[in-house]
């Protein structure tokens, strides 16, 4: 009788220990879902900065659209625009 219930206790252990390592383990086990949930994190991360990657653009076209110097600002030093009879110097 002891040792029925000693087969029985071993073979319980046995299938717990195969379970266990079967559902942490597997495709689709626990380190699946971590590594799934760590990645889902990162590209929340990237999806804010990109909201506010826009938002800092579509401030910029609407000073661009509004503000006549601010516009003039950018077409002289980052395109590098002249009006007609202006000279521009370049210094390095």
Not at 56 to 84: F, G, K, V
């Amino acid at each position: 009788m002891k040792t029925k219930h000693f087969i029985q206790g071993t073979l319980l252990i046995m299938l717990g220990t195969g379970m266990t390592h079967y559902i942490i383990s597997n495709p689709n086990g626990l380190r699946a879902q971590k590594k799934l949930s760590q990645t889902l994190a990162l590209e929340h991360n990237k999806v804010d900065r990109l909201k506010q990657n826009i938002a800092a653009l579509e401030q910029e076209i609407i000073a661009w659209q509004e503000d006549t110097i601010h516009r003039e600002r950018i077409a002289r030093q980052d395109l590098h625009m002249s009006y007609t009879d202006e000279i521009v110097y370049f210094i390095k």
